[in-house]
Structures are given as structure tokens and as C-alpha cells.
């Protein structure tokens, strides 16, 4: 079965790159703009919990440190490795503390967030 | 001492006694005048026209020192001073002609004693009166008045000489207000003579009325010792044609001489001249007044304290600033007049200015009531003639505005960098996609142009980098993650990575350090990728480059060297720069926004190192930078 990845920012085009990519790399994805839906996951969510979360520090209004560090704080989703992006520089230190799993800078290279995933799946998997 | 009558030392002569004798009525009355002579303390002597003495009253010893006795028979005439002799006897001959007539002289007679004597004597030609027939000397002993008179004419030439000679001007009227002298000074001052005041009244000057001073010269001519304050007196008013003097300022001093009576003789004024200190005067408050203008036009705070903090000049915008005015600071403290904090704040530079000497360039957060305000400030002493500082300068501009625009201008390139890199992000990984997707394919072609427009997402992503530091730089938040690392691997690293852009010069490496330092792996590397990088756009026209490493005791040096189109002179301390770009028609050609080497030069500065450039003109560049082991 393919390992499932959540992709939330709030710019459409990332979404619709980070989408293509995935799929074309043999994932299952969900990309979004709602940062509502990341906040309420759980094991009884539709379709399952995520193998990964690929989650943009900005989002329009919310904070997606604020939603890494509840994901983290949850029973069900901490264990989900969880990958920070951001076109932000500091954001690499900050993302940390709420325990983000890896920080990718924008603008990324494919490969790089493909391998980049695969590890922390692997990771995860053990 | 009054003389009493003598019979036995005076005896009348023989005519005088011969009548005195036949005409009993006048006994009495002989009596009477013999007592009046014999007991004045004028002496009385009757001379014949030969000039011997044929009587003499009982006085004549008191003056002479002869006895009666032993004066008369004596020419008269050989008593008296050569000097005086034929003075005398001009005089005697005169009276000799004319009967009845007199005459009054003042000749030194010679005393008993060797000494001389002055008298005073009148002689009186009665020689056709039948009672006398004689001449008549009355005389009295006058040195005392004559060594007095001498005194006083000496203590007048004296006088005279003196003011003559002054240096004041001084100028003697009447109490009716003529001029009676001036000294030399007085005409040098007020380019006149005396001639030309002979209708000049004093106290009929309209000039000094009109300059309000004539009550103080009236007070002068009313006896009482006056100071006349200064005025600018126009000569050419008062004595037309008389003088080129235009004016003077001169302040004076007048009084009167008074004589015993306590009468008025003179009036003595003196004048001094003080037109140069009042040009000066005049000078100085222009240039003072000049001073002020400019300091008050500007618009940065202004102020000078002496050495104890005490304000000695400040101008309008520090009035304004600091809402008080130059009157209520002026003599007092910054503790006197601002709450001990902003005292406390603003005092702390003067004093390392007074104690370094030097100049004092600083910049500074000002409380104010709207905020703080940001000040670049200089501090400076100031020093008197004999070098000493006696003075505090402090010259602030307000720069808070310029700071806000630069700040909104920092984060707007900030923020404008992070919205840019998010489309690049997604238009990257579409390309990627894309050229993985033709990687299968067959239409090569295609495949190519795809993976150009990848080089150039990859260029314009490091623009956008750029401008992020430049932003991070200029807002203080250039933050840095040092580590040990080699230097030589880095360079190797950097320009493996760079080779895979397929230039056409080759990269040589020539790399000799073993010892590792610490160091920002990715920001080091930034540098190396921007000085190669500008090698190899600066020499389209050669086949090298070359990266070389060293190290010494203290430090690491790398440099870059190509064989390009070189940086002429006088731009090569600019380049190092924020937007610097050298000027010309060839380096125009080269695209960059002119922050790569500024960038580069602040992450070197942030190791300690150094960056600098060697270069020639058309023949090529070299860029070193430095960073110390500690």
C-alpha cells in the first residue's frame, strides 16, 4: 500500500506542485489549505492518519508551528514525522522547539524533499 | 618780634629832622608816623639819586641783615643781583626823570649773610619834595612768595607738559564752555586744532544733546566730576570742513578746577577712544549674530556647555526639542533643567570628550514625548588660544525618519524576498517534474531546454538569497552557525558544485591548509561562490581560474584569481560597497544587483577577517579574504 503524505500551505501552486510530485514519486496525497483539518486529525479521521506531514510555517492567519506543536502534543498524531517549510530563515531554529522533525528552506530542490521524506519514513517505519 | 621804638638805632635824617624841629605842630604827628615805620615789618629806605642809602628803618635788619646803621652809606644799586642791575637802574633812571612818579620791581638783594634775598620795592621819586627830597624805597622781603610762585609755575609747566604729552585727549574749556587748550592727543584723535573751535560752545553742542549726554557734560561744567558714557561722536558735525575724522567712539571723563574759593576755572575733559573696541565690539556681535543664524536655521540640535556642564549657546531646534528656552538654559546644568534620567544620558559623552580631547561620533536613542527618537550625534571640545578646552560642542541630526524609511525599505525587501521564493518553490518543482517526465522521453531537445530553465530558476533563487541577506545585514539579524571545519574542503566542495555548471574556464585548486578553523560552513561558502562566480563572469575571455588557500600562524588567506577584464583603481575600495557597481561600458554588460561582495564582505568581517582585492585593469583580479584561527 502506498504511504499516505498530508500537504498543508496556504499557496495553491505549492499544493499543486508539492501534489503532482508526490504522486508522480508513488504517494498518496492530500493537499490542503485547511489548517482546521491538520488540528482535528485523528484515528478515526476518513481515510486514515497520514504517514507524514508536509507543513508550511505561514498560513494565512495561523501559525503552522501552533499546529505542529498540538499535532506533536496529541496521542493519536505524534508520532507522525512531521516536515516544516518555510521561505523564512529563521524558521529552521524555531521549528525545532515545537518539534518538527525536519525544516526544508524554500526554494527546494525535488529531489532533495523526496529524499528527505523517504527518510523520515524509513525512519518511522522502524 | 614786633620792633619797638628805637631812638638809639634809628635816627631820622638831618633835613627831615632839621623841619621837624621848626614846626612844633607837627611833632606829634612825626611821632606817630616815625612809630608807624620804625615799627613795620616793611622796611623803609630813602636813597639819593646816586643810589646810597641816606636812611634806613629798623625792618632792613630783619630783611638784610644790616643794622640801620651799617646799611645806610651803601649804594643800594650794588646790592642787587647783577642779574637785576640793570633792570633796577632802569627802572630808578625812569622814576629819576620824573618826579612823583613810581615804580615797583622784584630784584634779588644780596643779605649780610652772603645770601641772597628777593624783595619787592617800590621806589617813589621824592626828591622835589622839600620834606623828603629823596627817593623813597619801600621794600619787603617776598622770597617766600617768589620760591612759592616758583613752585606753582613749575607745578604748572609740570601740569601743562603733562597733558600736553598724554595720551588721553584732553581738552580745557572755560565754564562758559570755550575751548581754552587741547593737548596733542586731542587733535590726533578728532583730526582738528584749537583755531578751529575759537566759535565752538561746549555747552551749545546739539550733537551732545541729540546723544543724550548733554546733562552728564552739564553736571561736569556745574562742578561736579562726571562720567560721560560712550558715544559715537561725529566731529565734521560740530566743526565742518575741519576734520576728515568721520567719528569716534569715545567715552570721557570731565571735571572742574576749582580755585580756593571753590570757584570754577576749568573745565577739564578727557576723553578715551574706544572706536577700535567698539569695531571689534561691533565685529564680534555680527559675527556672533551670524553664528546664531546659521546654528538656528539648522536643522539639527545645537549647543556648546563649558566645562563644569553649565549651556553657553544652543539653538532654535534644541529649544524646540527640548521645549525650553536659551534664556532659562543658558548658565545652568542638564542636571538644573531635565529630569536626572535624560541628564544622566545626555551628559555621559561630554565627558570622555574633555578627558580623550577628541572628537566623538556616536548615535544615540533620545527619549522624546512622541517616543524615542534616534540621534546621530558628534561630540567635540573646543580650544582657547593657549590650547586648553574650555568648551563642549554637540551637534545631533535627527535621523529617526531616515532610520523608519531605511527600516520600512529593509523589511520591505525582506518580505518581498520571502513572497518571491514561494512561487520559485512551486515553478522549481513543476521544471523538476517536467524534466523528469522528458528524462524518459525521447524528444531531447525539449529535455534541454528544460533543464536550462532549471540553471536559471537556480540563479534567480540566489538573487532572492541575496537580497534576504542584505535585508538580515542591514536589520542586525545576520546570524551565524560556526563550526570547525577545513577550509581546503570547502573549496573543493564549492567548486565541484560549481564545475557542474559547465564554464569554460577550468577552476585550479591549489590548497596547503591542514589546519581547520572555525567557521559558518554555509555562509564561508557563500563567499567562495560569489568570488568565483564573479571570476568567471568577469573573464569570458580566459580559460582559468585559480582558488588558492594558505595559512600562517594566525590565519587562513584564500584567494580567487581570473585573467578578466580587471577593476580600475579608483573602485576598488568602493566594490566591498551595499549597490555598488563599477561604472563602464564593458562592466555594464555583466548583469548582478550589486550585493554579492557587500554580502560577502559583511560575512567576512563577522569571521574577523579581512577582503580586499588586487587587480589590474585588463589583466585580471585577485580577491583575498582572511579568517583568523582565533
Not at chain 2, 242 to 253: D, F
Not at chain 2, 326 to 333: F, Y
Not at chain 2, 415 to 427: D, G, K, M
Amino acid at each position: 500500500m502506498n504511504k499516505k503524505i498530508l500537504v498543508i500551505d496556504d499557496d495553491e501552486g505549492i499544493l499543486d506542485a508539492l501534489q503532482l510530485m508526490l504522486t508522480g514519486a508513488g504517494y498518496d496525497v492530500e493537499a490542503t489549505v485547511n489548517v482546521e483539518y491538520a488540528e482535528k486529525l485523528n484515528k478515526k479521521t476518513n481515510g486514515g492518519l497520514p504517514d507524514l506531514i508536509i507543513l508550511d510555517m505561514l498560513l494565512s492567519g495561523k501559525d503552522g508551528r501552533e499546529v505542529c506543536k498540538k499535532l506533536k502534543e496529541k496521542k493519536d498524531t505524534k508520532s507522525i514525522p512531521i516536515l516544516m517549510i518555510s521561505a523564512h530563515p529563521k524558521a529552521q531554529n524555531s521549528v525545532k522547539n515545537v518539534g518538527a522533525d525536519d525544516f526544508l528552506q524554500k526554494p527546494f530542490d525535488m529531489y532533495e524533499v523526496l529524499r528527505v521524506i523517504e527518510k523520515k519514513i524509513k525512519k518511522a517505519d522502524q | 618780634m614786633g620792633n619797638k621804638i628805637k631812638d638809639k638805632n634809628g635816627s631820622l635824617p638831618s633835613a627831615l629832622a632839621a623841619k621837624t624841629s621848626v614846626e612844633k605842630a607837627l611833632q606829634e604827628s612825626e611821632k606817630h608816623f616815625r612809630a608807624l615805620i620804625e615799627n613795620s615789618t616793611d622796611a623803609i629806605a630813602l636813597i639819593n639819586p646816586l643810589g646810597k642809602v641816606i636812611y634806613a628803618s629798623p625792618s632792613v635788619q630783619k630783611i638784610l641783615g644790616y643794622t640801620p646803621e651799617e646799611f645806610i652809606g651803601k649804594n643800594g644799586l650794588m646790592l642787587v643781583h647783577p642779574q637785576d642791575r640793570s633792570m633796577t637802574m632802569r627802572e630808578l633812571s625812569r622814576i629819576l626823570l620824573k618826579p612823583g612818579s613810581n615804580a615797583t620791581v622784584e630784584v634779588r638783594v644780596k643779605h649780610k649773610n652772603g645770601s641772597w634775598v628777593f624783595v619787592e620795592s617800590r621806589g617813589m621819586n621824592l626828591l622835589l619834595d622839600p620834606n623828603v627830597r629823596a627817593i623813597v624805597s619801600n621794600f619787603r622781603d617776598i622770597t617766600e612768595r617768589r620760591l612759592m610762585e616758583d613752585k606753582v609755575r613749575i607745578s604748572e609747566i609740570r601740569y601743562r607738559t603733562m597733558i600736553e604729552q598724554s595720551p588721553m585727549s584732553t581738552q580745557i574749556l572755560s565754564p562758559s564752555g570755550i575751548t581754552l587748550m587741547v593737548n596733542r592727543a586731542w587733535e590726533k584723535l578728532w583730526g582738528a586744532k584749537l583755531e578751529q573751535l575759537k566759535d565752538y560752545n561746549m555747552l551749545k553742542d546739539k550733537q551732545l544733546v541729540e546723544l543724550g549726554i548733554m546733562p552728564y557734560v552739564k553736571k561736569g561744567f556745574n562742578g561736579e566730576p562726571t562720567h560721560i558714557p560712550a558715544v559715537r561722536y561725529e566731529p565734521s558735525k560740530t566743526v565742518p570742513n575741519a576734520t576728515k575724522v568721520p567719528y569716534r567712539w569715545v567715552s570721557a571723563i570731565i571735571y572742574p578746577v576749582k580755585d580756593d574759593e571753590g570757584d570754577i576755572q576749568e573745565v577739564v575733559l578727557i576723553h578715551e577712544d574706544i572706536t577700535k573696541q567698539k569695531i571689534a565690539e561691533e565685529k564680534l556681535r555680527q559675527s556672533e549674530q551670524q553664528l546664531q543664524a546659521i546654528l538656528d536655521e539648522s536643522p539639527a540640535v545645537i549647543f556648546v556647555k563649558d566645562l563644569e556642564g553649565r549651556y553657553f549657546l544652543i539653538n532654535r531646534q534644541f529649544e524646540k526639542i527640548f521645549n525650553i528656552s536659551r534664556s532659562k538654559i543658558k548658565g545652568k546644568t542638564d542636571y538644573e533643567v531635565f529630569p536626572k534620567e535624560t541628564a544622566d544620558h545626555v551628559t555621559r559623552h561630554d565627558r570622555r570628550v574633555v578627558k580623550t580631547g577628541k572628537p566623538l561620533e556616536f548615535e544615540e536613542v533620545v527619549p522624546h514625548k512622541d517616543g524615542p527618537h534616534t540621534y546621530i550625534s558628534v561630540k567635540f571640545p573646543l580650544y582657547d588660544e593657549s590650547g586648553m578646552i574650555y568648551a563642549v560642542c554637540g551637534i545631533a541630526t535627527d535621523i529617526t525618519e531616515r532610520k523608519q524609511a531605511e527600516e520600512r525599505k529593509d523589511d520591505f525587501i525582506s518580505v518581498a524576498s520571502h513572497e518571491l521564493r514561494t512561487p520559485i518553490t512551486s515553478i522549481k518543482i513543476f521544471n523538476q517534474i517536467l524534466e523528469q517526465r522528458l528524462k524518459s522521453g525521447k524528444d531531447k531537445k525539449l529535455l534541454e531546454h528544460v533543464e536550462k530553465m532549471d540553471v536559471q530558476i537556480n540563479k534567480l533563487s540566489v538573487l532572492i538569497s541575496d537580497l534576504l541577506d542584505l535585508a538580515r545585514i542591514r536589520s542586525g539579524k545576520f546570524k551565524f552557525r560556526k563550526e570547525l571545519l577545513s577550509i581546503d574542503d570547502l573549496i573543493k566542495e564549492t567548486v565541484v558544485s560549481l564545475a557542474e555548471a559547465e564554464t569554460k574556464q577550468t577552476i585550479i585548486v591549489k590548497g596547503q591548509v591542514m589546519k581547520k578553523v572555525q567557521a559558518d560552513r554555509y555562509r564561508i561558502g557563500q563567499v567562495l561562490i560569489n568570488l568565483i562566480s564573479n571570476a568567471i563572469k568577469y573573464s569570458p575571455n580566459s580559460d582559468r581560474i585559480v582558488v588558492q588557500s594558505k595559512q600562517d600562524t594566525e590565519k587562513v588567506t584564500v584567494s580567487v584569481t581570473d585573467f578578466g577584464i580587471g577593476i580600475p583603481k579608483k573602485a576598488q575600495d568602493k566594490i566591498f560597497e551595499r549597490f555598488f557597481r563599477v561604472e563602464g561600458k564593458e562592466e555594464k554588460t555583466y548583469p548582478g544587483f550589486g550585493i554579492g561582495l557587500y554580502v560577502s564582505s559583511e560575512i567576512v568581517k563577522r569571521h574577523n577577517g579581512k577582503i580586499w582585492v588586487e587587480s589590474e585593469k585588463g589583466k585580471g583580479s585577485t580577491f583575498y579574504f582572511t579568517i583568523p584561527f582565533k
